[in-house]
């Protein structure tokens, strides 16, 4: 939730200091940079330690791996709407809106309900999850 409300915010003002354009680009290579950063600074080194521990004959601390799980997570969720912000200079109906800031967050939601169909559906596949679909038709609404 907090992911969530710093995205909204930042999404907001980058949309009052630059124009649209600049913005969802600016927006979108936040996003990015932080999957870049939640591999490189909390996925990677506790894949490591935990590694570490095992050739060394010692337990494995499991909050390596939820902390991992956590971060991973973040960036399943980012994948679709990191594309969408980095594509969205061919789409100027988005940018030019009055309130493109919006229009963004919208797509965003939109790129998650899509992903989060993706997850369920291979959970649906195996007979522990219900109907992915509503998380679909909230995404192409």
């Known amino acids: 939730v ?19 354009r600049a913005a969802f680009l600016l927006v979108g290579a936040m996003m990015a940079t932080t999957m ?9 080194p506790g ?16 909050i390596h791996g939820a902390r991992g799980k956590q971060r991973s ?3 399943t969720y980012f994948t679709l709407p990191v594309l969408f912000a980095m594509l969205s ?9 009055k309130y493109n800031w919006i229009v963004l967050l919208l797509i ?3 790129g998650a309900a899509i992903r989060q ?3 369920v559906r291979h959970r649906f596949k195996l007979g ?6 509503p998380y679909a038709m909230v995404g192409v609404v």
């Open 2 to 20: 907090l992911v969530a409300v710093f995205i909204a915010f930042a999404t907001w003002l980058a949309c009052q200091w630059f124009a649209g």
């Open 36 to 44: 870049s950063g939640n591999v490189f600074f909390w996925i990677i």
């Open 47 to 62: 894949q490591r330690k935990n590694v570490q521990a095992l050739r060394e004959g010692r337990p494995v601390d499991p």
């Open 73 to 75: 997570v973040h960036n």
């Open 89 to 97: 200079n061919h789409y100027s109906f988005t940018y030019t809106h």
């Open 108 to 110: 965003m939601l939109g």
């Open 117 to 119: 169909f993706f997850v």
């Open 128 to 133: 522990n999850a219900g109907n992915p679909l």
